[in-house]
């Protein structure tokens, strides 16, 4: 366990606790339910990602401050293995890396996935490297407001986000779970960086992960496969959660062994029985819910969540943000498609909790507090 960076909190104390209107009726001491729950969770979607640059203290902050039941640190490696909290391993366009005269040498083409990116990427740097850079809103278009905090805050590791979650809690009187996803481990795991072994140590390792909820999320089924043996029943409060990507594609552990299988494939009522066996819960994208054409209008549901949980599996979504260009088009407004539009984001989180959601992620718990709170 590494020390709480008590400089770091202070630095960014100024930018998440701001007061909100929105906080108004959030259960503050309202602890996550490790079974069904009696009411929907909220996942802040890599912290308060619509008020404060994603992954960061001041993001997962905001995120608490607002009424989150869990907060998201998307976890990479470091070239010395240290997991830190970037959603991807190109960051390019979350940190002020490229400003940086030396690290320009870094800068090269790397295939994830089968995709080809060009950028600088976490697994070539060491964890004291990445602590020379800071942070950047990577929706600058969209959410210029976050803009202004660029510079301001380092990029956390696993290990401070811990510390920070559990001194928040404690200060708050409210028990908040963690729901970090381990990104591309084929990926990493092809290039000598596994990332779950290191996560479950890290996990285990803290006093607080090892009493709150924790829910592990991965796009791949050999990862939860593994993560399901590896626990165990050590981990009563621990859940695992398999993703679901792109319908029409294979996930990419099943893509690299030769495989055609897609998530689509996978979640028929056979497959959900399946994923039961390895996993407590899935997480659809919001479209698969209720897809949409190509303008972005709504058509008719899914019976997904209803055939998950009969297979005994919890449905948490992703992910439902507030300005109009995330929004189906039915509940746009004229304001323009970078404006925040909290009533049609409310309506939205309200669609899916009326077909019987048990948690959703959104960049705004603000918001998803009013939704339940409202319903």
């Not at 210029?144 to 990029?155: A, V």
């Not at 140590?201 to 829910?215: C, G, K, N, S, W």
């Amino acid at each position: 366990m590494t020390r709480f960076n008590r400089r770091h909190f202070l630095q960014t104390t100024g930018a998440l606790l701001g007061s909100s209107s929105l906080l108004k009726g959030t259960d503050l001491f309202a602890a996550p339910s490790l079974a069904f729950p009696t009411r929907p969770l909220i996942f802040a979607h890599r912290g308060a990602s619509a008020l404060r640059p994603e992954h960061t203290l001041a993001a997962y902050g905001k995120a608490i401050i607002d009424g989150a039941d869990y907060i998201e640190p998307d976890l990479v490696p470091t070239k010395d293995g240290k997991l830190i909290a970037r959603h991807e391993s190109n960051i390019t366009d979350t940190t002020d890396v490229a400003q940086h005269p030396e690290f320009a040498n870094r800068r090269r083409v790397m295939t994830i996935d089968g995709k080809e990116q060009e950028g600088w990427f976490t697994s070539d740097f060491t964890l004291a490297e990445i602590k020379q850079l800071r942070a950047c809103e990577r929706l600058s278009k969209i959410r210029p407001f976050n803009s202004r905090y660029n510079g301001w805050f380092e990029i956390p590791s696993l290990e401070e986000v811990i510390d920070f979650v559990a001194a928040t809690s404690t200060a708050y009187g409210k028990n908040i779970g963690l729901i970090p996803e381990i990104k591309h481990p084929t990926h990493f795991r092809k290039i000598g960086l596994p990332s779950e072994d290191k996560l479950v140590e890290i996990l285990d390792h803290h006093p607080y992960t090892r009493q709150t909820a924790v829910e592990i999320q991965s796009f791949e089924p050999t990862a939860l496969r593994y993560l399901h043996q590896k626990i165990g029943q050590n981990h009563p409060n621990w859940k695992l959660m398999f993703l679901l990507g792109d319908p029409d594609m294979p996930p990419a552990d099943i893509l690299a062994s030769g495989g055609k299988t897609t998530y689509r494939n996978l979640i028929t009522k056979e497959g959900l029985q399946d994923i039961r066996r390895y996993a407590d819960a899935i997480g659809p994208a919001n479209e698969y819910l209720i897809p949409q054409d190509n303008t972005g209008q709504w058509l008719q549901p899914t019976s997904l969540i209803q055939d998950a949980h009969e297979a005994g599996l919890l449905v948490h979504s992703y992910t439902c943000r507030p300005e109009n260009i995330f929004l189906p088009r039915q509940l746009r407004n004229q304001e323009g498609d970078s404006s925040r539009n909290i009533q049609g984001s409310i309506a939205e989180i309200r669609r899916y909790l009326s077909m019987g959601l048990d948690g959703f992620f959104t960049d705004d718990p603000a918001i998803g507090r009013l939704a339940i709170t409202e319903l």
